[in-house]
């Protein structure tokens, strides 16, 4: 076998390598979106969206009657990541509240797709215990949101921090994952009729 040769083969070889590489990286990608959705199944990352939306009414009870303290502000940033077909982002990224005080910010969605597309909006806390003092009143994430091709919609997301944040957390980071529905995302219980449909009587909220 000539030099020529050797070299050709351990050429293709390598060649060959590389394009084994190159689709197994490529099939990862597309199986992280599978995995991730198990995750969230398995973990009960969803809970968290599930959870807000069954406090909701006693979140609104607790907004209509706890008292601001003005003596402490706490800095809440707001972040948005699309794993889908989506633009999604807040109109606002960090605001500094006052603890029982009512506030509303807004998440906008765009559905980039021409066809119409289904998602949930998963949302998680930093530092985690904060979770607890973040009450919401008002949520996309309650329930799935549907967009019609080429879409934008608009979101209020309404809450209060409880006054019993403790003392050493000063900075709250409210965090959505938006996801396209699929068979791996549980969605969020229901609740009944009589309770969705109870008026909601507040005070004037914070824009």
Same mark, same amino acid.
């Given at each position: 076998?000539?030099?020529?040769?050797?070299?050709?083969?351990?050429?293709?070889?390598?060649?060959?390598?590389?394009?084994?590489?190159?689709?197994?990286?490529?099939?990862?990608?597309?199986?992280?979106?599978?995995?991730?959705?198990?995750?969230?199944?398995?973990?009960?990352?969803?809970?968290?969206?599930?959870?807000?939306?069954?406090?909701?009414?006693?979140?609104?009870?607790?907004?209509?009657?706890?008292?601001?303290?003005?003596?402490?502000?706490?800095?809440?940033?707001?972040?948005?990541?699309?794993?889908?077909?989506?633009?999604?982002?807040?109109?606002?990224?960090?605001?500094?509240?006052?603890?029982? &005080? %009512?506030?509303?910010? @807004?998440?906008? +969605?765009?559905?980039?797709?021409?066809?119409?597309?289904? /998602?949930?909006? !998963? *949302?998680?806390?930093?530092?985690?215990?904060?979770?607890?003092?973040?009450?919401?009143?008002?949520?996309?994430?309650?329930?799935?949101?549907?967009?019609?091709?080429?879409?934008?919609?608009?979101?209020?997301?309404?809450?209060?921090?409880?006054? &019993? %944040?403790?003392?050493? @957390?000063?900075? +709250?980071?409210?965090?959505?994952?938006?996801?396209?529905? /699929?068979?791996? !995302? *549980?969605?969020?219980?229901?609740?009944?009729?009589?309770?969705?449909?109870?008026?909601?009587?507040?005070?004037?909220?914070?824009?």
């Amino acid at each position: 076998m000539t030099v020529g040769s050797q070299t050709s083969q351990e050429n293709h070889r390598t060649l060959g390598k590389l394009l084994m590489v190159a689709i197994l990286m490529f099939a990862f990608g597309f199986a992280l979106v599978p995995f991730y959705e198990k995750i969230c199944e398995i973990t009960g990352i969803n809970v968290l969206a599930s959870r807000d939306k069954l406090n909701r009414d006693e979140a609104r009870r607790f907004a209509a009657n706890t008292q601001v303290d003005t003596s402490r502000l706490v800095s809440v940033e707001f972040d948005a990541n699309a794993h889908g077909p989506w633009r999604f982002k807040p109109r606002l990224n960090v605001t500094e509240v006052h603890p029982g &005080e %009512l506030v509303t910010v @807004i998440y906008e +969605i765009e559905n980039t797709l021409d066809r119409t597309v289904s /998602g949930q909006a !998963i *949302p998680s806390y930093a530092p985690k215990q904060s979770a607890a003092h973040f009450k919401k009143l008002e949520c996309f994430c309650f329930e799935q949101q549907d967009l019609t091709a080429g879409q934008v919609r608009e979101f209020p997301v309404v809450f209060v921090i409880d006054p &019993e %944040l403790p003392d050493g @957390i000063r900075n +709250i980071t409210l965090s959505y994952t938006f996801f396209e529905i /699929g068979a791996g !995302i *549980p969605r969020p219980p229901q609740t009944s009729s009589a309770v969705s449909s109870q008026p909601l009587v507040l005070p004037q909220p914070r824009s």
